[in-house]
């Protein structure tokens, strides 16, 4: 069962913390004001310590595990999302790194080497997930590093960091549009609260009638509001945050497909399969067959 993050603050994250810093380095937990729908002008590098869940980017939704890494671009909307007890609380879960692209717009004239910084950044407009079990065992010490250091140690580390996730081939591009058209921060809250709504019940049908009562809104506008804020219609976005679900259970290994598509919150077999088909390419069986194939070769002594 998930805890949904209940929302105050504006959905805009204005990061006033700079004090002339390079960088900015935060930790945090679960459940946490941080956790929402939100977006803001920097980079964010975020490593999930603790913790599994859904991860959204963008028009992306995916899993996340410990030891993911992302990469976020300037004005990308994103959040995660927890699947853990109602009375749980994760005491750190996140490590992050926040940045401008004044840093690197600034320092280029004088250190040339950091043009091999810029595909990268280029790629982060869209969100990354890094995949590479070496680049993320390289991170997560990386990142320690950076939370234990200050000063020009700490920029170092953070340089080396981004030089390691450049180098990276094994990763994915997760949003197909890399500047979604935000609305105003109202809408994007609204979307905010939609979108912890949806998560806790999606599994069951759930009409976009409803969503938008919650919301106090009428549904044609919700729709459109949506929409806007996160680059899906609504029955899109619904039905992707399920074969996000539906990978997840299937990745186990154990579970009959038609046991996957309800849990899912899909209603009948052949809708699953299609749906699942025009996402994934591939059959529920087979992508269970390859996700059951990964897991044993990344685990061979569990074999």
Same mark, same amino acid.
């Given at each position: ?108 004239? %004088? &250190?040339?080497?950091?043009? +091999? ?7 982060? $407009?869209?969100? @990354?997930?890094?995949? !590479? ?91 459109? %509001? &949506?929409?806007?804020?996160? +680059? ?7 039905? $992707?945050?399920? @074969?996000?679900?539906? !990978? ?56």
């Amino acid at each position: 069962m998930t805890r949904p993050s209940r929302i105050t603050d504006p959905s805009y994250e204005l990061m006033d913390d700079h004090e002339g810093l390079s960088i900015i380095y935060r930790q945090h937990g679960f459940p946490c004001p941080l956790v929402r729908w939100h977006f803001h002008k920097e980079y964010e590098l975020h490593l999930i310590v603790a913790s599994s869940g859904k991860v959204f980017v963008g028009d992306y939704i995916g899993n996340f595990h410990p030891n993911s890494l992302f990469l976020t671009g300037p004005n990308l909307p994103h959040n995660w999302i927890s699947q853990v007890a109602p009375d749980q609380v994760v005491e750190k879960r996140d490590m992050l790194v926040n940045f401008t692209d004044e840093l690197f717009d600034n320092a280029l004239p %004088v &250190f040339s080497e950091l043009k +091999g910084l810029s595909p990268l950044l280029e790629r982060a $407009r869209h969100g @990354i997930e890094f995949r !590479c079990p070496r680049t993320l065992e390289q991170a997560a010490m990386l990142m320690q590093c950076i939370a234990d250091s200050q000063g020009v140690s700490r920029l170092g580390y953070f340089l080396i960091l981004m030089e390691r996730l450049a180098a990276c081939e094994d990763y994915q591009l997760l949003s197909d549009s890399n500047a979604p058209h935000l609305a105003d921060e109202n809408s994007i809250d609204r979307t905010n609260r939609a979108v912890d709504y949806i998560f806790s019940h999606y599994s069951r049908d759930l009409p976009l009638e409803e969503v938008a009562q919650h919301l106090g809104m009428k549904p044609t506008y919700f729709s459109r %509001v &949506f929409k806007q804020a996160t +680059g899906r219609c609504f029955v899109e976005f619904v039905n $992707r945050l399920r @074969i996000s679900k539906s !990978c997840e259970l299937l990745a186990d290994g154990r579970r009959a497909v038609t046991d996957v598509c309800f849990q899912s919150g899909f209603n009948n077999i052949s809708n699953f399969n299609r749906r699942f088909q025009q996402l994934k390419g591939m059959t529920p069986s087979d992508y269970r067959r390859l996700a059951v194939q990964r897991v044993t070769e990344q685990n061979p002594r569990n074999t």
